[in-house]
């Protein structure tokens, strides 16, 4: 499990072929210097294993399921990724509960600056807005954000200058994908909505 606040940013330093998949190869020197093999790192929100560590780097293997699913199969050397361990017990839940299972790949549809301030609205598939509501959690590249306004097909966030700073956030330009995990009480209480029917 994860909290949806981003402890660092990485860089991709190799994207590696191994059909059916890739090795995801990730630069950061902190982390690698703290991590183990097996150890599940959030990468933009995308629960990986560490299997493998040298020297500043650390790398993934992300298969084919994961790279369809999410916005990892489009990044390149030099792209930076949101980093989020997991959490340990007694650690204090400063964001929400995130299990670092994407539920779909959502769209930048606008973005109004104000100084220093961001309004985002994030175009996502209508199962998932229906996941969604006013002052509920969202993470969006494995970033906890509190949800302004929700329509049919996307949701608003209001976001700080703290956020946009330390986060792949701030860098998003219309028609960006970012990986969309919609807050997990929200799924259980669909399904039992639904009957355990899912539209």
Request: net charge negative; aromatic share 6%.
């Amino acid at each position: 499990m994860f909290t949806g606040l981003v402890e660092a940013l990485g860089e991709v330093a190799r994207v590696e072929s191994q059909p059916p998949g890739v090795r995801l190869v990730i630069r950061h020197p902190e982390i690698a210097h703290d991590v183990a093999i097996g150890d599940s790192i959030a990468v933009n929100g995308c629960c990986l294993t560490v299997v493998a560590i040298e020297n500043d780097e650390f790398g993934f293997d992300a298969g084919e399921e994961t790279l369809r699913r999410t916005n990892l199969g489009r990044l390149s050397p030099g792209c930076q990724v949101n980093l989020e361990r997991s959490l340990q017990l007694g650690d204090r839940l400063g964001g929400h509960l995130v299990t670092g299972h994407i539920d779909a790949v959502g769209t930048l549809d606008e973005r109004r600056d104000d100084e220093d301030w961001s309004y985002f609205w994030f175009r996502v598939p209508k199962q998932q807005a229906r996941q969604m509501a006013s002052k509920g959690s969202v993470a969006v590249d494995g970033v906890s954000l509190t949800l302004v306004d929700v329509e049919d097909d996307r949701f608003s966030v209001a976001l700080i200058p703290h956020t946009l700073q330390v986060t792949t956030l701030g860098g998003l330009q219309i028609g960006n994908e970012v990986n969309i995990e919609t807050d997990l009480l929200a799924k259980y209480v669909e399904r039992q909505l639904t009957g355990g029917e899912s539209a």
